[in-house]
């Protein structure tokens, strides 16, 4: 999965919490990211705040304090 590579390259960097389980959470992230994408596109609306909707997920998962 393309987001767990990315993933591993932040935790390279340092930027992410490389004891994470970086497929995992590239799961959680796109699974919570997919009905927000699908619904706003079936409602023919652009997402709403959609960094900070990123953000917040993050957050939740205690990630990351960005």
Same mark, same amino acid.
């Given at each position: 999965?393309? &987001?767990?590579? @990315?993933?591993?390259?932040?935790? !390279?960097?340092?930027?992410?919490?490389?004891?994470?389980?970086?497929?995992?959470?590239?799961?959680?992230? $796109?699974?919570?990211?997919?009905? !927000?994408? %699908?619904?706003? *596109? @079936? *409602?023919?609306?652009?997402?709403? *705040?959609?960094?900070? $909707?990123?953000?917040? &997920?993050?957050?939740?998962?205690? %990630?990351?304090?960005?």
């Amino acid at each position: 999965m393309a &987001l767990a590579r @990315y993933l591993e390259g932040e935790s !390279e960097l340092g930027r992410v919490d490389g004891a994470a389980d970086l497929c995992a959470v590239a799961r959680l992230l $796109t699974g919570a990211a997919l009905p !927000e994408a %699908f619904l706003a *596109a @079936y *409602a023919h609306e652009a997402l709403s *705040a959609p960094q900070e $909707t990123a953000r917040r &997920l993050i957050r939740s998962l205690n %990630f990351s304090s960005a």
